[in-house]
């Protein structure tokens, strides 16, 4: 038996379906250098820009989508609904008629919220929410666009969809490509303008605008793209890239039901005058969109901007400098230091750290990120002085640390220790900048359980 | 008939005391693992309640059991207090092998290897002429200070496993130190881990180093004589300048060469300047005379051959092709008719491309440790970012004092049975430290002086609980540094 203990190649997950791109998203050599920029809500640090959150979670996994398990992933769009009407062959959620009905009473009570009278929010959310000609719908090279998908059920194979209801609802738009940009194109302006004013000329009154912008923002936006007028103009990359991908309206297909009296493409039904349910997809635009953010904990955050400089974070209006977020964040968590250390140590070594509180402990760590490894280690971290005590965040006794060493063995990972040693004689003022760091050194310890002989041959009889 | 020791019996196959056995019932042989969930609580049903008491009186029957032992193999021994050992009245058997010691002539045993001899039926103990049931030896030996029931079970859970040899020998630490002079010793130090080291930029010797880098001369090549007759090869820089290029950058004087009027001709196909006019007189050496030329029928004269590549070079040429551009083909490129303005157009490209550095982290007390135009590689970037030291177990333990963490056992593996002499144990396989459950985990600095105390010997901790021993060690790590993904 070695007195250091051995190093296990982390194991690889059975099947993988990402490719790496970068180990941070800063590159080698420092060319196309992007600057992403989040900001502080509540004590929590949130990023919204579509393209800073690919780039932040895409290399080095940094984040978690707030809506999703990890890679923010959400969609409005129904699973189910989506394998129902595969035939339809749309890029857009389809939604049920229920959900979209709250999404429209969400937006409702936004409105009425900003001081609405009852009256005018009815009517302007008839008028946005009103059926649309599909735009940009190819189908099979036919080209032809319908104002909506007519289907019988489920259970009717029938996928003759657009040529059908087109003559049924007598919209035929022109099928040539030029058209369909066109067709685009009215659709984002069909708006009333007071809805989309982000999306319109910057030149729009700015005054209830903001007021629009900061009282809908927090995890959604209705209509208006929050944050966009909220920050400083200086921000014009981000403001333009979020008008391009958010300030779009969002259009979804919502599966209605409709009574039909006759249905021409049954033939059995011919001659009955029951009426049947159709079900059939209507496209419309989502009065309440929910934009899901990605959150960084505060070791990532600080991380992005102390070590790799490639985040701003922003605090109301003004962006904070690394000094003030060292101090900042040690307000929030009191531990932060510590747990920070750590969490840069092993960043520092071309690991991927990740909140470990599942498993009742600091860190997790991972080779290269989630989709590739198993997490490996499990890690707590603990700071102690040069005579190696102090007082310690977590005091384990013998029975918790073999509690805590079987729960992360039953999950394939080993238990680690990471103890963080400073100087005596660094003073509270020594580590109120993170410079503090280059005096610190580190020690891991790994906790084995030794399986004397005796257990060993006991496990051999049986 | 074979002795055997009193835990042995109890260590039935776990069938037998595991009170939930609903498949053994189904006429199988001998279950290898009972199967389905333990009985962990008291149910009150009629069915555990005699379950439990066919367990208890099987313990019985098994502890009522008188041992066979044949009188004349039991060592006598005597306990003495006053010394807190045991001294042997007759010859030692096997067992002086691994255990006992001498004093004043006597073999002795320890308390715990007494008790243990006693339960293995090896020795009968007495005190003050009376022999000592096993029970009354526990409690009599066991009382002293230097073993207490922990540590025994430790001792003897180690020991034990199908019978009559021992499988693993232990032999308290305290005697080890008077033995073992090397212990103290060791200070090897185990350096694991990447040694940070500052990447330093090679200095290549003169004649090796570019051109243009020099101090001296200024910008541009220093070719000082374009005009040439095509004979000289003027474009590329040859070695019998650098004695002459040293020279003229040490002085401080001003180049010799105005570059800024200086044409290089171009003479390549795509561009033929062919008429190149007669040199100043003043640029070339004594005796060389220079002369106007026409090099157009010298133009003609080469790339006759064509070149015949054999066909790795033409696929390496054809994969080339697709992404490699000529530098020439870019037109601002063309338009630059010197060196000087190639550079400027290149600086001007450099600076478009650099990353607008935010004032608010960078005109600061503390910016960011990430240079990106200084990460030339991924190792380049973790080490930019690497500023927490690393830290071995052994740093700093010599100056620790010795505290209570104390190491009681060293335990030596079976097969080191054989070669075992109590002269010269040879060298453990782990030292054992006995502790409780409820105590909390050693503090680093304990565990620093224990390791350090053991050298080069794993340290293990036992931990006792109610008989069940579980064994953990906290051993030195250094996570490797993960680059090439």
Known sequence: MAAAAAFHPPRRKRRVFESYQSPFPVEVGGK????????????????????????????????????????????????????????????????????????????????REQGLDGCSVTKILENYTKPLELPLLKEDGAGQTAASCNRMGPSTENTELSRQSSTDTGTVVDPSPENENKGCKKACLEGDPAFAPVCGSKDQEQGDLKEV???????????????????????????????????????????????????PEDEAARGQENLVKKEKLVCRRNPFRIFEYLQLSLEEAFFLVYALGCLSIYYGEEPLTILKLWELFSEV????????????????????????????????????????????????????DDNFEGSLRRPLSWKTLAGLNRTTVNASKELMLCYLIKPSDMTEKDMSTPECMKRIKVQELIVTRWVSSRERSEKDEF | GKSFCLRAHLNLPSGRLNAAQPLAASGRKAPKRAQGQKDFIPDGSAEQAEKLRLCQEEQWRLLSEERVQRRGNLVKAEWKPGQGIVELQSPAGKFWHTMGFTQHGKQCLLPEEALYLLECGSVQLFHRDLPLSIEEAYEILLSQEAMDLPHYQVCWDLQLVQGAQPLTVLSPYERQLNLESHCKSSGKHHRCGPKPSSILSQEKPLSEQPKESDAGSGEGESNPVPLDTGQKDSLSPSKSWAGDHKESSIGTHAPRWDFSTIVLPNMAPDQPCTHLPSPDDGLLPENVPGREVDAAYWCSCINQKQEKLSRKEREQRERESRYKSSVNADREVRRCSSWQEYKALLEQRSQQRMWKRPLHLWDQ?????????????????????????????????????????????????????????KTNPGKPYVRMCVRSFDEQIPSLRALKQVTYQSGDIPVVFALVDHGEIAFYSLKEFKLPVDVNH
């Open chain 1, 32 to 111: 196309d250098f992007r600057m992403c920029q989040a900001e502080i809500l509540s004590n929590n640090v949130i990023v919204r820009n579509p393209e800073d959150i690919e780039q932040l979670y895409n290399k080095g996994y940094f984040g978690k989508g707030i809506l999703s398990r990890s890679r923010p992933v959400y969609s409005i769009s129904d699973p189910s609904l989506v394998a129902k009407w595969q035939g339809a062959n749309i890029n857009m959620p389809i939604i049920t008629a229920k959900k979209y009905q709250y999404h429209v009473q969400w937006a409702k009570s936004v409105l």
């Open chain 1, 213 to 263: 912008a900061e009282v809908s923002c927090q995890e959604h936006g209705f209509l208006v793209h929050c944050g966009c007028k909220a920050e400083e103009s200086t921000e014009q990359r981000s403001c333009e890239t979020m008008k391009s991908k958010e300030c779009a309206p969002e259009y979804v297909l919502v599966q209605e039901e409709e009574e039909c009296s006759v249905c």
């Open chain 1, 333 to 384: 968590k009191p531990d932060f230091k510590t747990t920070y250390m750590a969490y840069h140590y092993f960043r520092s070594k071309g690991w991927v750290p990740k909140v470990g509180l599942k498993y009742g402990t600091d860190l997790l760590l991972y080779r290269k990120g989630p989709p590739f490894y198993h997490a490996s280690y499990s890690v707590i971290a603990e700071l102690v």
């Open chain 2, 365 to 421: 007390a503390v910016t960011p440790l990430l240079r990106p135009d200084e990460a030339t590689s991924s190792a380049a970037l973790l080490q930019q970012i690497s500023v927490l030291q690393p830290s071995h177990i052994l740093d700093g333990a010599s100056r620790l004092d010795p505290e209570d963490m104390k190491i009681h056992f060293n335990v030596y593996q079976a097969d080191a049975v054989a070669r075992f002499k």
